[in-house]
């Protein structure tokens, strides 16, 4: 059965007048038609448009009312065809498809720079997280990735000649979710960081925003930042990006919100100035072929202070490279073009690898703590990457980011076209008739090794007399005979590839340079032993993997080239797409101004040949795009052909018979499944709609009558508890008259009784009311029996440790510590809410930190990020770790107190725990000569919170030491300069 006819008037195209949400639909579809449907629909605001499964977005560069809650109702387990397309809609089918499947999904988002795709991926995700019903868990997981966007365009995008906020890099947003449906997590993976920007930019563009952003920062003098025209990286920038204070601001919001603490946070800012002050790093030559750094020394010195290393070492390994051969050391020194480019090499490493860091730590915020990692989830993942490049003049990046897009074409037609052919050998299907072009034989060209494109230049990469020209020459020998390249006709240093979207010619010029990554393993080496936390961790995965490769030869070993990571991070990025179902998003850029309402037709034309879009609408009308098994077909669609309660083994017969009752033709049957075109698919599901109304009355009426027969027993429940009311009043109105009848002969005898002079008994004294302390003291102690002991909370081996205090007050604990030494601490239980408090003793007071308690019965410090399990835990934990940056530590614990004339011990956690035997367990006596303070008492305030008794010292209460004399009232402070180190 043919697509539904579209109705048509005498002597006109509907088709021309935007009428048509599918192209596939037209009978008569080509260049021209395509451009003037998409032209008349974006000039009646309907700027999305189907061409099969595939949605077109053109960027109407404005705000459209399309995207509002009624939008998102309509959008919801929907037929394709029941509502105009919608960036919604591919959410829809991406959402549902993964539940009712149970296979993975992906949206390929691509275009143009400047098209709209990061917007597109925000709305798709908008949508996803609206069907999932994941309530206020959901929202927050959307709201945190919203919050981090300032984040990662300020790091990973630059102003363009095409688009003033381009993405730089590849982003693979992946949404985890239960087999219910309901979103759990997200995780961000970064792909193909155009690192070469750090260093070098094409005429007319920017470097990544963070640079420009740095010199509104209130740090910017200290870091040495004055004016980005003073910078090498920055000084080919024609104009900064607007509003620079107000983005960086935006930054910093988005830092504390990832949860950066403000040592990481000065360890970017620091990260960031060093790289720009690299730039400004020169070399001279001290002897032939002998570079040597000839910038001033202040230059180097600020760049080896941001980055936690000595200037001279860094000198060294910017200057000269080290191996070892037969496990001898060898240095051998730079040239100052080499120094140059281990310079640059070093500052495109740090940003690279900081940019990988600020992932990572995105990802830890986008990941719930109650999420198993071990568990497996369904995904949706959202690809956002850069589109088809291709100007006057395409150097090394325009290469790089068109081998991309030719990968995800070849993806594209592998999904679409290959597996799809695959498939009708395997099922006995005749698929002659289906026919594209495939662009492997241009891929083999690109990553064929030994001999491709990218291979042939790390090759050149490492001679050292290579040049642009040699390396053209050698593309010019092996693949001059190849179709798809086409060798320069002059000594121009250039070649052309005839690209799926296109020939673009490509100049040489600096693809030696850009190409090279050499950082040197002394540069590696000196990161790692940073003193700053941040840079340590960013290099410390190269010492994982050369800890096990010795140093007994490392004379050969050489550094990734740019190419070479760029292939490998294309090579992850596809396996894992692989993996999923995809859905493909093309978005449509109008202008080249960013102006609403403006469509430039050959502008458009050129980027609809660059997706292919006609030779993919012409697959998609002739192939079978829907082939499920027959197990899936009958669960699907068997209710059609056979009753729901019919057991039914699912066949090549019982699949043709429900195909034959639906009405469709021009199906296949394969060996195993089911051929469908994509609108035969829709028309099933419109017949099998019809079951799903019937069976929605059935739930209705069932509904509606369970519903009547609960109320119906409510409402004999109500008027049975009526009649017992009323009984129930009834006696209550005998019981008063009995009660009046008794209180008047009551008042009668008191009458009598007066006036015979019998005076009355005296009452009883009233029962004394407790305090509000009182009863919260109650309830604390009760709170810590039921819910502190069990969990044996200050308790080992059902022994009371010795710095576990009952409840004692601020002041108490203060004046316990207040004679000890720095580090002595007490953990108390709080009076006026569940839970304690840990107090110690600092060089000139005492600090107390609130312990926290989560719903799962954790414990932290206020504060602190720390969490553990039970209250010993963490006080064990901070006996060994300091608590803050001023190195604070739990060094020893408080002990009871003692009584000075009895020579017991008196505590005060009595009150929680069983009472000690009978005159309290004894301890012995100081020596008399010693001064070490005896252990204080708890269940009843020290003595120096009293007043004194006569002939007796108000002096505070020795606490009892072994050895360490105590910290008098009058010794100086301990000052930041003498802290013991530990």
């Known amino acids: 059965m043919p697509p539904p006819p579209r109705p048509t008037k005498t002597g006109t195209k509907p088709w021309l007048k935007g009428d048509v949400d599918d192209l596939v639909s037209l009978s008569n579809l080509d260049e021209a038609i395509l451009l003037e449907e998409l032209h008349c629909r974006y000039d009646k605001k309907k700027i999305y448009t189907y061409v099969g499964d595939i949605l077109v977005a053109v960027n109407p560069f404005e705000q459209l009312p399309i995207y509002t809650k009624q939008h998102q109702l309509k959008y919801n387990d929907t037929v394709k065809s029941k509502e105009t397309p919608h960036i919604f809609a591919m959410a829809d089918q991406a959402y549902h498809n993964l539940i009712r499947n149970g296979k993975n999904q992906c949206a390929v988002i691509s275009g143009e720079s400047g098209a709209g795709k990061t917007e597109s991926a925000k709305l798709l995700m908008k949508h996803i997280i609206h069907l999932c019903h994941s309530g206020s868990e959901g929202e927050d997981i959307e709201q945190r990735i919203i919050e981090v966007n300032p984040l990662l365009e300020a790091f990973g995008n630059a102003a363009t000649r095409m688009n003033h906020n381009s993405s730089r890099f590849g982003k693979y947003t992946e949404l985890d979710f239960e087999p219910n449906g309901a979103v759990v997590g997200a995780k961000i993976s970064q792909y193909l960081l155009e690192k070469s920007r750090v260093v070098k930019q094409n005429s007319g563009e920017n470097n990544f925003h963070m640079f420009y952003y740095m010199f509104s920062s209130p740090s910017a003098r200290a870091l040495g930042l004055t004016n980005p ?377 050129r980027q609809l040949k660059y997706t292919g879009m006609l030779e993919t609408t012409r697959i998609r009308r002739e192939g079978y795009s829907f082939r499920p098994t027959f197990g899936e077909f009958m669960e699907r669609w068997g209710i059609l052909a056979y009753a729901p309660t019919a057991s039914i083994t699912p066949t090549r017969d019982t699949c043709k018979c429900v195909l034959e009752k639906s009405n469709i033709a021009n199906w296949l049957l394969g060996k195993t499944k089911v051929f469908l075109r994509y609108w035969q698919v829709e028309q099933l599901d419109k017949s099998i709609k019809l079951f799903h109304d019937y069976a929605k009355v059935l739930q209705k009426v069932a509904n509606g009558f369970l519903v009547r027969q609960m109320m119906k027993r409510i409402q004999m429940k109500k008027e049975q508890q009526v009649r017992e009311i009323k009984s129930f009043l009834v006696t209550l109105s005998r019981v008063f008259v009995r009660y009046s009848e008794a209180q008047n002969t009551q008042n009668v005898e008191d009458m009598r009784r007066f006036a015979a002079g019998i005076k009355p008994k005296p009452s009883l004294p009233p029962i004394p009311q407790k305090s509000e302390s009182e009863l919260k003291r109650e309830a604390s102690v009760l709170w810590w029996k039921e819910k502190e002991a069990p969990k044996g909370a200050g308790q080992k081996n059902g022994d009371v440790l010795p710095w576990f205090h009952g409840l004692i007050t601020r002041q108490e604990s203060e004046q316990l510590l207040k004679p000890r030494f720095v580090g002595t601490f007490l953990v108390r239980v709080s009076e006026n809410r569940f839970g304690y408090t840990l107090s110690y003793r600092v060089s000139d007071r005492c600090r107390h930190y609130i312990i926290e308690q989560d719903t799962r019965g954790n414990y932290k410090l206020h504060g602190i990020p720390k969490i553990c399990t039970s209250l010993n835990g963490l006080i064990e934990w901070f006996s060994r770790h300091r608590i803050n940056k001023e190195g604070d530590m739990l060094r020893e614990a408080c002990g009871q107190f003692v009584n000075p004339d009895t020579g017991i011990e008196e505590c005060n956690y009595g009150e929680l725990l069983p009472p000690p035997p009978r005159g309290g367990k004894r301890v012995a006596m100081p020596p008399p000569q010693s001064n070490a303070p005896p252990p204080v008492r708890r269940d009843s305030k020290p003595p120096n919170l009293v007043a004194p008794v006569h002939g007796q010292s108000s002096d505070p209460p020795l606490v009892r030491r072994s050895s360490k004399p105590p910290i008098m009232e009058a010794a100086p402070p301990i000052v930041r300069s003498n802290k013991p180190r530990f």
């Not at 603490?261 to 001290?286: G, M, N, R, Y």
């Not at 179902?581 to 309402?597: E, S």
């Open 229 to 605: 025209k003073d910078f090498p990286y920055l000084s080919a920038s024609k104009k900064t990006p607007p509003n620079c204070a107000g983005m960086y601001q935006g930054v910093m919001k988005a830092l504390d919100t990832v949860g950066f603490s403000p040592d990481e946070q000065q360890s970017v800012h620091a990260i960031i100035a060093s790289i720009l002050h690299l730039s400004k790093i020169t070399f001279s030559e001290a002897r032939p072929d002998e570079a040597q750094v000839s910038s001033p020394p202040a230059v180097l010195s600020q760049v080896a202070n941001f980055l936690g290393v000595k200037g001279s070492e860094l000198s060294m390994a910017l200057t000269t490279t080290s191996s070892y051969t037969r496990g001898e050391l060898i240095r051998k020194n730079y040239t100052c073009e080499k120094a140059v480019t281990a310079r640059d090499a070093f500052a495109k490493a740090l940003y690279g690898r900081l940019f990988a860091w600020i992932v990572t730590q995105i990802n830890e915020l986008l990941t719930p703590s109650g999420m198993d990692q071990f568990s497996s989830y369904l995904e949706i993942g959202i690809l956002d990457i850069f589109g088809f490049e291709h100007f006057e003049k395409n150097g090394f990046e325009q290469l790089c980011i068109n081998i991309a897009n030719e990968q995800l074409q070849a993806f594209f037609n592998e999904h679409i076209f290959q597996s799809e052919l695959e498939e009708y050998r395997k099922e006995g299907i005749d698929g002659s008739n289906i026919t594209y072009k495939d662009n492997q034989g241009l891929l083999d060209v690109f990553f064929g090794r030994p001999v491709g494109i990218l291979s042939l230049l790390d090759e050149e990469c490492r001679f050292p007399r290579a040049t642009d020209i040699t390396l053209i020459d050698k593309f010019k020998d092996q693949f001059s005979q190849h179709p798809d390249y086409t060798a320069p006709r002059t000594n121009e240093p250039c070649f052309t590839i005839s690209h799926y979207a296109g020939a673009v010619k490509y100049h040489s010029d600096g693809f030696l340079e850009r190409n090279r990554d050499e950082l040197s393993p002394d540069v590696t080496k000196l990161c790692i032993v940073s003193s700053v936390s941040v840079v340590h961790n960013m290099f410390s995965d190269e010492e994982d993997e050369k800890s096990g490769a010795g140093t007994m030869n490392t004379a050969r070993k050489r550094a990734k080239t740019v190419s070479y990571q760029f292939a490998d991070s294309l090579r992850v990025l596809m396996s894992k797409m692989k993996k999923c179902m995809a859905h493909f998003v093309r978005c449509i850029k109008p202008n080249t101004n960013q102006a609403a309402n403006l469509f430039v037709d050959e502008f458009v034309n």
